[in-house]
């Protein structure tokens, strides 16, 4: 017997006994941290000289001993992304271990490990790497290396590049065996059987097509029965067919019920008793064509001829970089169906007049006779991410611009131009359109280098009907997605908000009025489920909305859903589901089929497109993507009726809109006057309505933020502190609140903010995690301190206070006006107060103050907020820190009164106000409100991005606002 046969053998005998680990599969296809990878369930890889764990199985590399010997073991655990919670490292020599440590989320230096032992030929020792917590950002280096006495060295990434298990005695494993196929970040779905229908069905269906459905093309007709197959779940036996034809006829009767009275078709189905195989066959097929007639035949599909966008699948999967015109790939077009639901003949509307390129969200102006769309020329090839200059340095290539058709296919015509992608447009009742572009500027503030330099924020804007007059209506610094008018003439859109919060959890609707004011939250603002509520448009006839429940980390798909938002602001009761699946990634990812692109065409009735296959997330897609022709245009209802209206087989096709009149939104006026100030107004009625527990009385003044978009492309580069993920800031300044809680107050325009209400000791008592903006001679109100509900101001006081004088202007005091910077605000308190015991080469208790720079920051912020920095938001630790810090991907979703994370609530500011005062040091007031100002802007370090500017303020320098803000 050979030595390799005894071994496979023993590791079999291992397997069933118990033992733990599994090999790991070789992604050779894929990149990350500067290497491919081994992978398995859940994120779980191992690369070059690295580690990631999964949620549950740690990452390990094995070094098979070649020999008997004594060794050491050598090597450095530290942190690559440094964020989360840490992991911990293990070395395990066969079944003991022989070295462990915990490395902390931001720990970049990490421990240096020698482990000495002696080994036997045959041996397993093995590296593990285990979350702590969760594994998001764990990415973490190591490079042992294992020595022998006589000097033979093996170290781990030199035997890398042979990507084969066993290579230089180095294999790649997990331990545990997991949930989820490899590089799915949860357990995905199988896909249905997609095996063609019975050869008999087939012939019988085509023998009989001019019986079964007479208004319908036999081509469709075997479409709409392939789908049939798959949905019933047949299998060509009696047993299937009975089934299947009992539960459409039930379906049958109750659609025909609603259109008035049973067909005698019905009553006839009901009675027959099919008897051989042949008989049910047809039994089964005139069953399933009555319901597609009467599906068909509904008077809300009497509209005529239906739009709809053949496109190819982007190359990335992510709910932001899926719309870059740099990841579009070529194929399809623009289309008109001439029968829906009766006829694959269409029309093509551009008909060759563009060059290779994909076209995306077409609509149909309320008159019926114009199209708007988004077009990128490109083709089938992906550009290096890193290849592409920031988008003034480059040409205008690779980038969607808006264009619009007459509905006969006349008319063709570019809209805008430039380098900046404009998209997702639609007609506004002003004569104006509204779509997203990258024309903001920004970055994300949670994206890797695969994202590109390109700007990748996109927000709302408006220009004239032919393009022109374009300006910025939005001043969030990350994207949104999808505008739509409402049936009020107001812009429904998603938006990305996240400040000091989840990144991952809220794209959900909001709306503002066609000329930018009012931007407010319309429902999902506060719930972490689902993640996105993209693709919302008013139902004809209802209050209700429809949407896409979308994931995070894939394209744009989930279930149909409708949304009555006046059942709460926050209320998930809100929501029905039209097609029952779960929200994607926030109830996992078991999604064997999905839908995009509703159109409502009452409450009951819907057009939307529909894939059959599994949803790939964007931990899949490069291996495994969505395919091309996924997608195909369905009629549903909402009692789970479903029927094929439209596919091609070689492409997916999409955003079904009928090209037809309809009833127009009003026109809403603008209220802005027309040469504005350059600012806003805002009255805020009571400030007290939204602060339950906090006395009246207790606020002093509202403070204003400033958020500055991000303007350096990867995540945490450069780090602004160590909760992660965070905006640069400026306090602009306080405005002062009346003894009834009102409060009246100029706001620059243009210009991203949010309130902090404080009270008279200078303490924050309530944070917005929220942010907003008004337009240059915006006059507008809110009711209260994060008033969450439909609560109006009572009027039976008369008007607020605060209504009865002039508007306050913004007062900067000390802090106001500049980026915060953590040495010039924060470093003179410790300066005056706490070096003399915590500093030089033993500070007291270890905790050394001084502004000295260390990794980025200075001694003292490593000191103050360092402890335990990566681990997630969790109140019985953040209780413990010295200075408590909203951490990035925190799931709390609104922030409470005097939450424990606000200074008021700190260790560090508790021991400061103490009577007594610390060590017989006592705070002044005014440093104390420094500190204060500090900690409740989430104990950031730096307020800017740019390099230079935060060597200034390592210096201790106040630098000047940003020129992106």
């Known amino acids: 017997m050979t030595r390799a046969v005894l071994l496979f053998l023993l590791s079999a005998v291992a397997a069933r006994a118990g033992e733990p680990y599994r090999p790991l599969a070789w992604r050779g296809d894929a990149e990350w941290y500067g290497s491919a990878f081994w992978t398995g369930p859940d994120w779980t890889r191992v690369g070059k000289d690295w580690h990631h764990p999964g949620n549950d199985t740690p990452s390990v590399r094995r070094f098979e001993c070649p020999r008997d010997g004594r060794v050491a073991v050598t090597g450095r655990v530290a942190k690559l992304h440094l964020s989360g919670d840490g992991i911990r490292a293990t070395i395990r020599h066969n079944g003991r271990d022989a070295w462990t440590a915990e490395i902390g989320g931001t720990d970049g230096t990490g421990v240096v490990h020698r482990v000495e032992f002696d080994v036997k030929a045959g041996d397993a020792i093995r590296f593990v790497v285990h979350k702590r917590g969760h594994i998001g950002c764990d990415t973490t280096g190591w490079d042992p290396v294992v020595v022998y006495a006589d000097g033979a060295a093996f170290r781990a990434s030199e035997a890398f590049a042979a990507a084969k298990q066993g290579g230089g005695g180095w294999s790649y494993e997990q331990e545990g065996e997991g949930t989820a196929p490899p590089a799915v970040p949860a357990a995905a779905a199988p896909e249905r059987p997609s095996a063609p229908p019975s050869p008999a069905l087939s012939a019988l269906l085509a023998a009989r097509a001019g019986e079964l459905a007479p208004e319908t093309d036999s081509a469709l007709l075997a479409m709409a029965m392939e789908e049939w197959w798959r949905e019933d779940g047949l299998d060509d036996t009696p047993a299937t067919y009975r089934a299947a034809a009992s539960n459409h006829l039930e379906r049958v009767r109750a659609l025909a019920s609603c259109a008035g009275a049973p067909p005698a078709d019905a009553d006839r189905l009901v009675g027959a008793g099919p008897q051989s195989l042949d008989d049910w066959r047809l039994h089964y097929l005139r069953v399933r064509a009555l319901k597609r ?119 063709l015509r570019q809209l805008t131009r430039g380098p900046y992608d404009d998209m997702m447009a639609d007609y506004l009742p002003d004569g104006g359109l509204v779509f997203c572009s990258t024309r903001r500027k920004g970055y994300s503030r949670c994206f890797g280098p695969q994202y590109s330099p390109r700007w990748d924020t996109y927000t709302l804007h408006r220009a004239d009907g032919d393009g022109g007059g374009i300006r910025t209506l ?42 930018g004011t009012n931007p407010m939250a ?96 964007e931990g899949q897609h490069k291996s495994d993507p969505n395919p091309d022709d996924a997608l195909r245009i369905v009629l549903l209802d909402r009692r789970g009726n479903r029927e094929l209206v439209y596919r091609d087989r070689g492409i997916g096709t999409t955003t079904p809109v009928p090209l037809a009149p309809r009833r127009p939104p009003p026109v809403v006026a603008s209220v802005l006057p027309a040469d504005p100030p350059p600012h806003g107004e805002l009255t805020i009625y009571d400030v007290y309505r939204g602060l339950d527990g906090v006395p009246r009385g207790s606020i002093a003044e509202i403070r204003i933020v400033q958020l500055f978009p991000k303007t350096t492309p990867v995540a945490n580069v450069p780090r602004m502190g160590l909760a992660g993920e965070e905006n640069g800031r400026a306090i602009l300044g306080t405005v002062p609140v009346e003894a009834d809680g009102s409060a009246r107050f100029l706001l620059p325009a243009r210009t991203k903010v949010l309130f902090q209400a404080v009270d008279r000791d200078g303490f924050v008592r309530r944070t917005m995690r929220s942010s907003t903006y008004v337009q240059p001679g915006e006059v507008t109100s809110c009711v209260g301190c994060h008033e969450y509900g439909t609560t109006l101001p009572s009027a039976a006081g008369g008007a607020p206070m605060a209504m009865r004088r002039a508007p306050s202007t913004i007062e900067p005091g000390l802090l106001g006006g500049r980026p915060f910077g953590f040495v010039e605000v924060v470093q003179p308190v410790l300066d005056r107060h706490c070096i003399r015991c915590h500093a030089g080469e033993k500070p007291k208790g270890g905790i ?102 935060q060597a200034r303020q390592v210096a201790g320098d106040p630098v000047p606002m940003p020129d992106i803000r």
Request: charged residues 20%.
């Open 474 to 515: 939005s001043w969030n610094d990350v994207s949104e997605w999808f505008p739509a008018v409402g049936h009020g003439g107001e812009i429904l859109f998603a938006r990305w908000d996240y400040i000091d919060r989840d990144a991952v959890t809220h794209q959900n609707l909001w709306s503002c009025r066609p000329d």
């Open 293 to 411: 007639s009467l599906m068909m035949g509904r008077p809300e599909m009497r509209f005529g001829e239906l739009l709809v966008c053949k496109r190819r699948m982007p190359s990335y999967a992510h709910l932001v970089a899926q719309y870059y015109g740099w990841r579009q790939r070529a194929g399809g077009g623009l289309y008109a169906v001439a029968r829906p639901g009766q006829s694959l003949a269409l029309r093509d509307l551009t008909g060759g007049r563009l060059p290779p390129g994909s076209c995306l969200e077409p609509r149909v102006h309320p008159d019926g006779r114009r199209v708007l769309f988004a077009f990128v020329a490109c083709d089938l090839t992906t550009p290096e991410p890193t290849s592409l200059p920031v988008n003034e340095a480059g040409p205008d290539e690779r980038y969607f611009h808006l264009y619009e058709i007459a509905a006969d296919g006349t008319g």
């Open 522 to 617: 319309v429902w999902g603002n506060g719930l972490p489920k689902p993640h996105c509520t993209f693709q919302a448009r008013p139902v004809p006839g209802s209050h209700r909305l429809v949407f896409t429940a979308s994931a995070h980390h894939s394209i744009t798909a989930g279930p149909v859903c409708l949304l009555d938002p006046t059942v709460g602001l926050n209320a998930p009761e809100a929501v029905e589901r039209v097609t029952p699946l779960p929200y994607p990634e926030a109830e996992g990812w078991a999604l064997p089929e999905w839908y995009e692109s509703p159109w409502p065409l009452s409450e009951d009735w819907f057009l939307a497109a529909y894939s059959p296959k599994r949803l790939r997330s």
């Open 848 to 949: 050394d103050l001084t502004r000295a720079p260390d990794r980025g920051f200075t001694r003292s912020y490593w000191a103050l907020c360092g402890d335990a920095a990566g681990r997630p938001t969790r109140p019985e630790a953040d209780a413990g820190d010295l200075v408590p810090r909203y951490r990035q991907r925190n799931q709390i979703q609104i922030t409470p009164p005097d939450d424990l994370r606000a200074a008021r609530q700190s260790r560090l500011i508790r021991m400061l106000a103490a009577a007594s005062g610390h060590q017989g040091v006592k705070v002044p007031p005014d440093d104390l409100r420094r500190l204060a100002a500090w900690i409740d802007l989430n104990a950031i370090f730096y307020g800017v991005y740019d390099a230079p500017s």
